[in-house]
């Protein structure tokens, strides 16, 4: 009773997982369940669910589409830190008042030692009531403040159903974009046998989770942007290939797009996260998991998985023009769900052209800077080794072949937090 009595008043809950908790059978799955029922009954936003994985263990199917943190061994003051800014943007998110210490939690280095004790402690007051109300992760909503000009699309590709066993780890926004969840951790970079850019493989820890767009931005949805700011569709009789990616030739417009979008949807996405170009880093591991693969689908390259240039153009199988987003779906998706990452069109990221190790602090995400950006996943127009999923491109102005560049948005939080981070 006191633990359903907590439930009920509680702005916050941090629920921890271990082999042990999600298997034994008792007051714990009831616990649970009380936590998740009560959140599915509750106004949206005014229950925050936290998981934390003590060990590795897979969530209980319900908390899933969660965004959780690991908190292992080795990684615990990294993990801490991360709860912290959480719990910070959740209550600065209720605008709670909190007596004692306030300093800011976001601006700790991950590296200082900091521990339950040297936390402000809340105060027995009575906390504000709640000023806006945030949706949930499965149940999002349209912005209520901000009024298109023209309506958004409902749905997506009604015709291509999502595949069952992603649907656990999934967003789907209120203009039916879908997005995969990619969890934190590290991963396999670059590449020791491409080009000199590539150069050398090596391990980055992305210490949160992040929802990756299961298909590139289409012409139809970027329609509804070009009408709003009134400016012309990149593309003549779209209307001809509404699901082919749109086709984008600079970074700074792919980057208003995304500005565009964020503002109008972003009331739908989870607390604290933005809608955003990818960093290389997070396009990266999107594309090809943990384990360095070559390309989305494995190590092994497939011409029938993908729309990319044959070495002979003349052959029957070269299609010379973009295709819709969902054509080699799921046989081409990475290890997270993604489509089309390979082919098709080359995707703008946020990140500037450096050397490696990729550093997000080392001013490649600086957005002020005017230097060429790098795109990933090659084109229908490029040729296969350009379409692995390490390759690096960018695009010098003087080149004279066709301008094939798209758009895939990112669910994360904002390049200044990463950059933190």
């Given amino acids: 009773m006191e633990i359903e009595k907590a439930v009920e008043t509680a702005d916050a809950i941090i629920v921890c997982l271990s082999k042990g908790s999600i298997t034994k059978e008792g007051y714990v799955q009831r616990e649970l369940r009380i936590v998740l029922d009560f959140a599915d009954y509750k106004p949206e936003g005014t229950l925050y669910i936290i998981p934390v994985r003590l060990e590795e263990c897979e969530p209980p199917r319900r908390l899933r589409a969660w ?69 949930s992760i499965e149940t999002p909503v349209s912005k209520k403040d901000v009024k298109p000009v023209v309506e958004m699309p409902t749905s997506t590709f009604s015709a291509h159903p999502t595949p069952e066993w992603i649907s656990a ?20 970079m670059g590449s ?65 797009y995304c500005n565009w979008i964020n503002n109008l949807l972003n009331s739908s996405v989870p607390s604290g996260l933005v809608l955003r170009l990818p960093t290389e880093s997070e396009w990266e591991k999107a594309a090809r998991g943990i384990d360095g693969r070559e390309y989305p689908w494995g190590s092994e390259f497939d011409r029938q998985k993908c ?40 995707e703008w990221t946020h990140s500037l052209m450096k050397r490696y190790p990729y550093q997000a602090n080392d001013g490649r995400e600086n957005e002020q800077d005017l230097n060429h950006r790098v795109l990933r996943g090659g084109s229908y127009f490029h040729r296969e080794k350009m379409v692995r999923c390490s390759y690096r491109y960018v695009y010098d102005n003087n080149e004279s072949h066709v301008v094939v560049f798209g758009i895939r948005l990112v669910i994360a939080p904002s390049i200044s937090d990463v950059i933190k981070l």
């Fill in 67 to 135: 965004q959780y943190a690991d908190y292992f061994e080795g990684q615990r003051e990294r993990a801490f830190q991360r709860l912290l800014v959480s719990l910070k943007r959740r209550s600065d998110s209720l605008d709670l008042k909190i007596e004692g210490p306030t300093s800011k939690i976001e601006e700790k280095s991950v590296e200082e030692k900091k521990y339950p004790e040297d936390i402000a402690k809340p105060t027995s007051k009575k906390v504000s009531k709640i000023k806006e109300k945030k949706p």
């Fill in 169 to 188: 780890n999934k967003i789907i926004l209120s203009n039916g974009m879908e997005f995969m969840r990619v969890p934190a951790g590290g991963f396999i």
């Fill in 192 to 256: 020791n046998d491409g080009e000199d850019i590539e150069q050398s493989q090596h391990t980055v820890l992305i210490p949160y989770d992040y929802w990756m767009a299961r298909f590139p931005v289409t012409n139809e949805q970027y329609s509804f942007y070009a009408k709003t700011v009134k400016i012309k569709h990149p593309q003549d009789n779209w209307e001809n290939s509404k699901d082919n990616p749109v086709q984008v030739s600079y970074w700074a417009d792919a980057k208003s």
């Fill in 307 to 346: 729309n990319v240039a044959s070495h002979n153009r003349l052959l029957s199988l070269f299609i010379g023009s973009s295709t819709p987003v969902y054509k080699y779906s799921p046989q081409g998706d990475s290890p997270y769900g993604c489509a089309d990452m390979a082919g098709n069109l080359w």
